[in-house]
């Protein structure tokens, strides 16, 4: 059985910084993408980062450009960073952490294309 675990959530100052991890466990897993989503209250799911397991193809949602980085420790894509920088409250969110076997030209931005999913780790951003 897969699972994915998310950790890294917790407090920090608008203009800080945290690190999340997202670790693949169970079974022989390499997931073809992992992809970073949140969901503030009220708000729907959104995307947020996402990374092939070659590292070649890379994405950010617009809200996150130029602040948050993904990265993966290995070709496997089982641990996956996602580090954020300049918080601001907007980035209020529970975090999820989700992966995929399917092939794509390009990182999925749809919480529908990816099959495995974590349980969320929360981030809250004081002002």
């Known amino acids: 059985q897969v699972q994915l675990v998310e950790s890294g959530g917790g407090l920090a100052q608008a203009g800080g910084s945290l690190r999340l991890s997202c670790a693949a466990s169970?079974?022989?897993?390499?997931?073809?993408?992992v992809g970073w989503f949140r969901q503030a209250p009220g708000k729907e799911r959104e995307f947020v980062s996402g990374i092939t397991s070659d590292a070649r193809r890379i994405g950010y949602g617009d809200s996150v450009k130029g602040r948050f980085t993904i990265s993966s420790a290995n070709t496997m894509n089982t641990v996956v960073y996602l580090q954020m920088d300049i918080l601001n409250s907007e980035d209020t969110a529970v975090y999820y952490c989700?992966?995929?076997?399917?092939?794509?030209?390009?990182?999925?931005?749809?919480?529908?294309?990816?099959?495995?999913w974590g349980q969320g780790t929360q981030v809250i951003v004081s002002s």
């Open positions: 169970g079974r022989t897993f390499s997931p073809i993408a």
């Open positions: 989700a992966a995929t076997l399917t092939q794509s030209r390009t990182v999925a931005r749809s919480a529908d294309s990816y099959e495995y």
